[in-house]
């Protein structure tokens, strides 16, 4: 494998060190950055939150993360011995000005006033501002400081707003670095590349050509044991409001000047602001929201949303989106953008459909089955474009039959596919930002999303039920229907 360039040698102090989020993607990813070479054995992992844990102990827990999230045959315990000399931690109330800040400082000051600096923020995003304020004021905010953002910022727009303001008080833009994780995935990217790089699909790439897109990210999960967050979410705000238009913006959006950040932004931004509103009234004829019902999950009973919630839930929350989107360009016209995310849905599968319009006249007994470009983004990376071939069985007239012109990345690259994480973080102690959502893109994807929040919030559209293990409700395959369109799992 090619060497990766080393980053600088830099200090990641993580608010939120003790939750899933550290422990499930961050540490592994650092790990897999470390093993590779790219970061410095100076560097440090400062983790912090408020459970009362030695240096000792978070190391412990720090190990088990990797035991438990990093592949077996990647984790070398010489090398995971060596990173875990890198993990620090300090007991921390971020958001109290009273806490233990000097213990951070203290740990800080050990390594040169000019050494990078990322303030990765993983907690609840309602500390955000107050963890930004008391960084400031105890003098943390260094001109070598970065603050990483997890989604979701706020839960409507005047949340984000106040999440923005209260964050960009004590940060420039240009040092806060909002992350979506899908913007890490080598497969979202590759949209980027598969458009912008080759002019045959380029071409093609509006409603001259293509009839309907999907994009999909299926998960077989549950809530598992994020509940309380999740509950108060739900679907829209956890995977829609954030992945699912982040990818749509890729897949929309005109060809940016260059691959500087602002010149993408600006892009996916004209995509964003672009979207269609679908108002409270719309919600019934535009959207399908559900929640899973007890179900099966390969061969074995699940329960429900609300069993898995506790005991005596009482919830509205939507565990399945679907929505026909329309981008109102010139280069869209009436192409509907279906967007769906659900959880304990039959597979995971999170991917881009392209349906292109079928030939104008056909010169066949038949008519010839349109073209279809499939991005996996994940499983099974890859690009698959299904074509009509001559049937060479032999007959006395030409009859056709589709066939798929199938790369799968991991294969044709003999490589492999790292977390999105991975790519992330190093971006952060990079300064490089373009993989990062600008302020106003937040802002913009919230306008729309809150109009539709209100319409389900007031019960316009009804919460539909699944049962775990399905593809979802019966009226998402009736949203397509109704234009005789098909999700991908129903096309033969
Ligand atoms: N988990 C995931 O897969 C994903 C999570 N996210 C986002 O990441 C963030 C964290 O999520 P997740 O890890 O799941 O959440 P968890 O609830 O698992 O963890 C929250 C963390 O915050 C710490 N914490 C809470 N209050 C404070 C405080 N006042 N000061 C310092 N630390 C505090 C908690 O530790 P302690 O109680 O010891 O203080 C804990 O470490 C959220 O914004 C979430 O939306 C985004 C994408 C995916
Ligand atoms: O941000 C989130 O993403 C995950 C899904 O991520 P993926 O990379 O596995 O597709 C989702 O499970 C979680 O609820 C959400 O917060």
Same mark, same amino acid.
């Given at each position: 494998m090619a060497q990766l360039p080393p980053v600088d040698i830099f200090d990641y102090i993580v608010f939120g060190a003790t939750g899933d989020l550290t422990m499930r993607k961050l540490l592994p990813a650092l790990y897999y950055r470390y093993r590779d070479g790219q970061i410095p054995d100076q560097a440090r992992i400062i983790g912090t939150a408020r459970s009362p844990l030695s240096r000792a102990d978070f190391q412990a827990r720090a190990e088990k993360a990797l035991q438990n999230f990093v592949k077996p045959a990647d984790l070398d315990p010489d090398l995971a011995r060596r990173f875990l000399a890198?993990?620090?931690?300090?007991?921390?109330?971020? *958001?109290?000005?009273?806490?233990?800040?000097?213990?951070?400082?203290?740990?800080?000051?050990?390594?040169?006033?000019?050494?990078?600096? !990322?303030?990765?923020?993983?907690?609840?995003?309602?500390?955000?501002?107050?963890?930004c304020e008391n960084l400031s004021t105890q003098g943390l905010v260094t001109d070598q400081s970065r603050v990483v953002l997890e989604k979701p910022i706020g839960t409507d727009l005047a949340s984000a707003d106040e999440i923005n303001d209260g964050v960009g008080r004590f940060f420039p833009e240009n040092h806060?670095?909002?992350?979506?994780?899908?913007?890490?995935?080598?497969?979202?990217? *590759?949209?980027?590349?598969?458009?912008?790089?080759?002019? !045959?699909?380029?071409?093609?790439?509006?409603?001259?050509?293509i009839d309907y897109i999907q994009i999909t990210a299926a998960e077989t999960v549950g809530v598992e044991g994020r509940g309380p967050y999740y509950d108060k979410s739900g679907a829209m705000r956890d995977m829609i409001q954030n992945h699912l238009l982040q990818v749509l913006c890729l897949v929309a959006m005109d060809p940016p000047g260059s691959l500087e950040a602002d010149s993408l932004r600006n892009e996916k931004l004209k995509v964003?602001?672009?979207l269609r509103p679908i108002t409270p009234?719309? !919600? *019934?004829?535009?959207?399908?929201?559900?929640?899973?019902?007890?179900?099966?999950?390969?061969?074995?009973?699940?329960? %429900?949303?609300?069993?898995?919630?506790?005991?005596?839930?009482?919830?509205?929350?939507?565990?399945?989106?679907?929505?026909?989107?329309?981008?109102?360009?010139?280069?869209?016209?009436?192409?509907?953008?279906?967007?769906?995310?659900?959880?304990?849905?039959?597979?995971?599968?999170?991917?881009?459909?392209?349906?292109?319009?079928?030939?104008?006249?056909?010169?066949?007994?038949?008519?010839? *089955?349109?073209?279809?470009?499939v991005i996996r983004?994940?499983?099974?990376? %890859?690009?698959?474009?299904?074509?009509?071939?001559?049937?060479?069985?032999?007959?006395?007239?030409v009859a056709l039959r589709q066939a798929d012109i199938n790369i799968a990345f991991e294969k044709a690259f003999a490589t492999r596919y790292p977390d999105a994480y991975e790519r992330l973080l190093l971006d952060v102690v990079r300064g490089d930002p373009v993989l990062f959502i600008r302020r106003d893109e937040v802002e913009a994807a919230w306008r729309w999303a809150d109009p539709i929040l209100q319409g389900w919030a007031e019960n316009k559209s009804p919460l539909e039920t699944y049962p775990a293990g399905s593809w979802g409700p019966d009226a998402a395959r009736a949203l397509l229907a109704e234009r005789g369109h098909r999700w991908h799992e129903d096309m033969v």
């Amino acid at each position: 494998m090619a060497q990766l360039p080393p980053v600088d040698i830099f200090d990641y102090i993580v608010f939120g060190a003790t939750g899933d989020l550290t422990m499930r993607k961050l540490l592994p990813a650092l790990y897999y950055r470390y093993r590779d070479g790219q970061i410095p054995d100076q560097a440090r992992i400062i983790g912090t939150a408020r459970s009362p844990l030695s240096r000792a102990d978070f190391q412990a827990r720090a190990e088990k993360a990797l035991q438990n999230f990093v592949k077996p045959a990647d984790l070398d315990p010489d090398l995971a011995r060596r990173f875990l000399a890198l993990v620090h931690y300090v007991s921390l109330n971020g *958001a109290e000005a009273g806490s233990n800040w000097p213990g951070l400082k203290d740990l800080l000051a050990e390594a040169p006033a000019d050494r990078i600096r !990322v303030y990765y923020l993983a907690t609840a995003p309602d500390l955000y501002g107050r963890i930004c304020e008391n960084l400031s004021t105890q003098g943390l905010v260094t001109d070598q400081s970065r603050v990483v953002l997890e989604k979701p910022i706020g839960t409507d727009l005047a949340s984000a707003d106040e999440i923005n303001d209260g964050v960009g008080r004590f940060f420039p833009e240009n040092h806060i670095f909002r992350i979506d994780h899908y913007l890490g995935k080598e497969t979202v990217q *590759a949209v980027i590349a598969l458009r912008f790089a080759n002019p !045959v699909f380029e071409r093609l790439w509006s409603s001259d050509a293509i009839d309907y897109i999907q994009i999909t990210a299926a998960e077989t999960v549950g809530v598992e044991g994020r509940g309380p967050y999740y509950d108060k979410s739900g679907a829209m705000r956890d995977m829609i409001q954030n992945h699912l238009l982040q990818v749509l913006c890729l897949v929309a959006m005109d060809p940016p000047g260059s691959l500087e950040a602002d010149s993408l932004r600006n892009e996916k931004l004209k995509v964003l602001r672009a979207l269609r509103p679908i108002t409270p009234e719309d !919600v *019934a004829v535009s959207t399908v929201r559900a929640r899973y019902g007890a179900g099966e999950m390969g061969g074995k009973p699940v329960p %429900g949303y609300l069993d898995d919630l506790g005991e005596n839930a009482v919830s509205n929350t939507e565990t399945f989106v679907a929505i026909r989107a329309q981008v109102d360009t010139w280069r869209w016209g009436n192409v509907p953008f279906y967007l769906r995310s659900g959880k304990r849905m039959a597979q995971k599968s999170s991917e881009i459909v392209i349906q292109f319009k079928t030939t104008p006249w056909s010169i066949f007994p038949e008519k010839p *089955a349109a073209n279809r470009l499939v991005i996996r983004i994940q499983p099974d990376e %890859g690009v698959m474009l299904t074509v009509s071939t001559k049937d060479p069985t032999p007959t006395d007239s030409v009859a056709l039959r589709q066939a798929d012109i199938n790369i799968a990345f991991e294969k044709a690259f003999a490589t492999r596919y790292p977390d999105a994480y991975e790519r992330l973080l190093l971006d952060v102690v990079r300064g490089d930002p373009v993989l990062f959502i600008r302020r106003d893109e937040v802002e913009a994807a919230w306008r729309w999303a809150d109009p539709i929040l209100q319409g389900w919030a007031e019960n316009k559209s009804p919460l539909e039920t699944y049962p775990a293990g399905s593809w979802g409700p019966d009226a998402a395959r009736a949203l397509l229907a109704e234009r005789g369109h098909r999700w991908h799992e129903d096309m033969v």
